[in-house]
Nanobody, 115 residues
Framework: QVQVVESGGGLVQPGGSPRLSCAAS????????MGWYRQAPGKQRELVAS???????NYAESVKGRFTISRDNAKNTVYLQMNSLKREDTAAYYC?????????WGQGTLVTVSS
């Protein structure tokens, strides 16, 4: 069974630059599109960034220029480098492995932006 586990969340200050990690297992990781989503209190889950097997990336407008998604296929891991964090970035961040009927979600990691 494919499994993904997020890590790297926690309490960070505004302007901080944490890096989230999503480690996958049970798949040929390199062939799958990966994505980061987030869900803030009282809001719907939204796409933050995605990266294809070829390395093409897409970002939500709210994070363009601040966040960078990348992948290390040798480590079966996708990263989300988060820079210049704002209070509105506070959310549970989820990793998505694949899409459609192959889609698998992690349990999430909470990022709280507060001084």
């Amino acid at each position: 069974q494919v499994q993904v586990v997020e890590s790297g969340g926690g309490l960070v200050q505004p302007g901080g630059s944490p890096r989230l990690s999503c480690a996958a297992s049970g798949s040929i990781f390199s062939i799958y599109t990966m994505g980061w989503y987030r869900q803030a209190p009282g809001k719907q889950r939204e796409l933050v960034a995605s990266i294809t097997s070829a390395g093409s990336t897409n970002y939500a407008e709210s994070v363009k220029g601040r966040f960078t998604i990348s992948r290390d296929n040798a480590k079966n891991t996708v990263y989300l480098q988060m820079n210049s964090l704002k209070r509105e970035d506070t959310a549970a961040y989820y990793c998505r492995h694949g899409q459609g009927f192959l889609e698998v979600w992690g349990q999430g990691t909470l990022v709280t932006v507060s001084s």
